[in-house]
C-alpha cells in the first residue's frame, strides 16, 4: 500500500525549485532559486555536463578535469561521489573523514549542485578511468528533484550504477537513499524524496549494490530536521557528518575490513 501511494503522489507532484550549491556558500544564503521556464528538462539519464552539452559551464569542466587528475592519481580504495552533500565532506566534513575514511584510502569526487546526469558525464569522461576502487559510495538525486519526476530520476541512479559495474565490474556500491531535507515530515519534498527512495531500494542486491537508508540519523524524534544538524534544511554541519559516519561504519567495515592504523599517502581531491 506503502509502495503505491508513493508512487500515485509522484505523478501529481508540481515541481519545485530547491537546488543543493555548493557547501561554500554562507548559511544566510537562500537554497531556492527561480524556476526557469525556458530551459528544456535534461534527461536524468543521459550524461550531460554542467550548463549541457553545447556551452558546458568552464568552472565545472575546471573542477571535472582536477577530479580527472585525482583519478590518475591513483590509490583510491574507497570512493565517494555526489553532489554538494558529498562535497561538503572537505568542508564541515574534513574532520570527520580523516578520522573515519582517510585510513581507507579515500577519494572525493562530490561537486556541489550536481545532479544524476552531470555524475553520469564525469563518470564517463575519465572520472573513473584508471581507478578500481574497492567499494563506491553514492548519494544523488536531491538537485534533480526540482526538474525530474521520481522515475526519472531513480533511471538516472541506475544508470550510474551500470556505468561504475561496466568500468569495474569488482566495484561493489553503497547506495544510500536520498537524505531528507525540509524542516517536517509533511512538506512536500519530503514525499517527493520518499517516492525517490522507494524506487531506489530495489537496486541493491545485497552482493554487488548494497542499498542503504540512513535518513532517520539526521531527524528528531518528532520527524524534524534541525539547524544543528542541517543549518539550511539540506547541507549537513559536523555533528550531520559524524552521524553519516556512524551510520555507515558497519557496512564499510563488513566490506572494507577495519581501516588501517595508518592512512595511505594519496593526493587529496580538489
Given at each position: 500500500?506503502?509502495?503505491?501511494?508513493?508512487?500515485?503522489l509522484?505523478?501529481?507532484?508540481?515541481v519545485?525549485?530547491?537546488?543543493?550549491?555548493?557547501?561554500?556558500?554562507?548559511?544566510s544564503?537562500?537554497?531556492?532559486?527561480?524556476?526557469?521556464?525556458?530551459?528544456?528538462?535534461?534527461?536524468?539519464?543521459?550524461?550531460?555536463?554542467?550548463?549541457?552539452?553545447?556551452?558546458?559551464?568552464?568552472?565545472?569542466?575546471?573542477r571535472h578535469?582536477?577530479?580527472?587528475?585525482?583519478?590518475?592519481?591513483?590509490?583510491?580504495?574507497?570512493?565517494?561521489?555526489?553532489?554538494?552533500?558529498?562535497?561538503?565532506?572537505?568542508?564541515?566534513?574534513?574532520?570527520?573523514?580523516?578520522?573515519?575514511?582517510?585510513?581507507?584510502?579515500?577519494?572525493?569526487?562530490?561537486?556541489?549542485?550536481?545532479?544524476?546526469q552531470?555524475?553520469?558525464?564525469?563518470l564517463?569522461?575519465?572520472?573513473?578511468?584508471?581507478v578500481?576502487?574497492?567499494?563506491?559510495?553514492?548519494m544523488?538525486?536531491?538537485n534533480?528533484?526540482?526538474?525530474?519526476?521520481?522515475?526519472?530520476?531513480?533511471?538516472?541512479?541506475?544508470?550510474?550504477?551500470?556505468?561504475?559495474?561496466?568500468?569495474?565490474?569488482?566495484?561493489?556500491?553503497?547506495?544510500l537513499?536520498?537524505?531528507?531535507?525540509?524542516?517536517?515530515?509533511?512538506?512536500?519534498?519530503?514525499?517527493?524524496?520518499?517516492?525517490?527512495?522507494?524506487?531506489?531500494?530495489?537496486?541493491?542486491?545485497?552482493?554487488?549494490?548494497?542499498?542503504?537508508?540512513?535518513g532517520?540519523?539526521?531527524?528528531?524524534?518528532?520527524?524534524?530536521?534541525?539547524?544543528?544538524?542541517?543549518?539550511?534544511?539540506?547541507?549537513?554541519?559536523?555533528?550531520g557528518?559524524?552521524r553519516?559516519?556512524?551510520?555507515?561504519?558497519?557496512?564499510?567495515?563488513?566490506?572494507?575490513?577495519e581501516?588501517?592504523?595508518?592512512a595511505?599517502?594519496?593526493?587529496?581531491?580538489?
Open positions: 500500500m506503502k509502495v503505491a501511494a508513493l508512487a500515485c509522484v505523478l501529481g507532484f508540481g519545485g525549485t530547491l537546488v543543493a550549491e555548493a557547501p561554500k556558500a554562507p548559511a544564503a537562500p537554497a531556492s532559486r527561480p524556476a526557469t521556464t525556458s530551459r528544456p528538462v535534461e534527461p536524468a539519464d543521459k550524461a550531460i555536463p554542467r550548463g549541457g552539452l553545447e556551452n558546458p559551464q568552464k568552472s565545472w569542466m575546471d578535469a582536477r577530479l580527472v587528475e585525482r583519478a590518475k592519481a591513483g590509490g583510491i580504495n574507497l570512493y565517494f561521489v555526489g553532489d554538494s552533500i558529498t562535497d561538503g565532506w572537505q568542508g564541515k566534513g574534513k574532520a570527520v573523514w580523516a578520522k573515519e575514511f582517510a585510513p581507507y584510502g579515500a577519494g572525493n569526487f562530490g561537486i556541489g549542485g550536481d545532479r544524476t552531470n555524475v553520469l558525464y564525469r564517463e569522461n575519465g572520472e573513473f578511468e584508471g578500481t576502487p574497492k567499494l563506491v559510495v553514492l544523488i538525486g536531491t534533480n528533484h526540482g526538474s525530474n519526476t521520481a522515475n526519472e530520476i531513480a533511471a538516472g541512479v541506475k544508470k550510474i550504477i551500470e556505468t561504475i559495474q561496466t568500468k569495474s565490474p569488482t566495484t561493489q556500491v553503497l547506495l537513499a536520498v537524505f531528507p531535507r525540509s524542516p517536517k515530515p509533511e512538506d512536500a519534498s519530503r514525499k517527493k524524496i520518499e517516492a525517490i527512495n522507494v524506487l531506489l531500494a530495489p537496486m541493491g542486491d545485497g552482493k554487488k549494490v548494497h542499498y542503504l537508508d540512513i532517520k540519523v539526521f531527524l528528531e524524534a518528532d520527524g524534524t530536521l534541525s539547524k544543528e544538524i542541517m543549518p539550511d534544511f539540506l547541507h549537513l554541519s559536523e555533528a557528518y559524524q553519516w559516519a556512524d551510520a555507515i561504519r558497519p557496512k564499510l567495515r563488513e566490506i572494507l575490513g581501516p588501517p592504523a595508518t595511505p599517502a594519496t593526493a587529496p581531491a580538489k
